[in-house]
Structure formats: structure tokens, C-alpha cells
Nanobody, 125 residues
Framework: QVQLVESGGGLAQAGGSLRLSCTAS????????MGWFRQAPGKEREFVTT????????YYADFVKGRFTISRDNAKKMVYLQMNNLKPEDTAVYYC??????????????????WGQGTQVTVSS
């Protein structure tokens, strides 16, 4: 079956960096748009960033533009989220997700078929 497994979460200080990884199995990885979402305590899950099948097109939520970078390695079936200049408001559980749609709406959760279990990121001030 399809599995997405996130890793790399943890505790960072404000201004610091973390790199999240997501390893996929059970799917033809290069045929899926990959995305990262996050859910802070007491809030709904929200879109963070996404990358197209081949990795040439990326989109970011305004609140992470210039600080976060998404990338992928189709040979390794992995997607990464480099998070720099972290802020306390970045504290959340971060989820990796896979979508079979390479165009159209990339923000809506329902466009993503598969989800990881999430990894906690905590940023202290």
C-alpha cells in the first residue's frame, strides 16, 4: 500500500533551520504532485507548499515565501522541505501529501490522495 513517512522534525530556535524529509513507497512517485501542509494547535490544517511531478514548478503560501524551499528526488522517491529563518508561528505538525493532479488547484486538501502521519516542528522564541 501507499506510505508517506515524514522525518526531520524537532525543536529549533527562532531564526534557525530544519529540513523535513518525506519518503514515499507504494506509488509511482514521479506521477504525483507532492505537497506539504501543516496544522498548528487549535487551527485547521493549511497549505504550505507544493512541487510538480518533475520538480520544475513550485508554489508557496505567502507566509513561507523566501524562507522555505521544497524539492524532490524522484529517483529516491523523496520530497524535502528546507525551512530557514523559522518563527514561533511555524510551530505545527507538518504533513507530506501526494496528489495525482499536476495542474489546477494545489491548495485544497481534497486534491491530495495520500498523507503521511506528520512530524512535529516546534520553534522556540
Amino acid at each position: 500500500q501507499v506510505q508517506l513517512v515524514e522525518s526531520g522534525g524537532g525543536l529549533a530556535q527562532a531564526g534557525g533551520s530544519l529540513r523535513l524529509s518525506c519518503t514515499a513507497s507504494g506509488l509511482t512517485f514521479s506521477n504525483y504532485r507532492m505537497g506539504w501542509f501543516r496544522q498548528a494547535p487549535g487551527k485547521e490544517r493549511e497549505f504550505v507548499t507544493t512541487i510538480s511531478w518533475g520538480g520544475s514548478v513550485t508554489y508557496y503560501a505567502d507566509f513561507v515565501k523566501g524562507r522555505f524551499t521544497i524539492s524532490r528526488d524522484n529517483a529516491k522517491k523523496m520530497v524535502y522541505l528546507q525551512m530557514n529563518n523559522l518563527k514561533p508561528e511555524d510551530t505545527a505538525v507538518y504533513y507530506c501529501a501526494a496528489s495525482p493532479y499536476n495542474s489546477g488547484d494545489y491548495v485544497t486538501e481534497q486534491r491530495y490522495n495520500y498523507w503521511g502521519q506528520g512530524t512535529q516542528v516546534t520553534v522556540s522564541s
